[in-house]
């Protein structure tokens, strides 16, 4: 890539141009996929924590002491297909927190990470669909409140990309 004003050749993160001294953006999506991705990190091992802590309690609660029978009651009462879509959806949220954050600076990623969050998204989206087919109106709605949270993230993250996508048409 070069320098637009002088046509010096740049590197990939240079902050000036070292012939003319320009003043580069690098990737103006960097801090806010740096943000989100650290925020879904923290939220998606917290995640991987609770499921992880479900599925003991569903597969095998005698390893849990008997004071603890109301709480492996209610994890034999969740139908399996919803721990383990929830599972596969805090995996797929702490890859992609993974992604943001070693890649929020590199402009020829940012349509990947667009990607990315789009599926995220309809995962999350997907996420209400399957507690509706397998638990009723019921535990779909008490997943109502969470919706908002988990579509703010994918969306910021989809914002920094293409940030930094509209920067990388810019240097093209
Ligand atoms: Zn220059």
Redesign the pocket.
Known sequence: MN?P????ELKEDAKF?K????RREVAPGRRLLKITGIIALILSVGGIGMQGWLFMLRFAPDVFPKEMSQAVAQAMSTPTPILVYGMILVWYSFFVAIMAIVHCRNLAKASFLGWLGLLWIGMQVGSLFVSYYYAGAELAMAGLPWLPLNLILPILYIVGAIKNDKAASLQD
């Open positions: 320098c004003k002088c046509g010096q141009c012939g003319c001294g320009l």
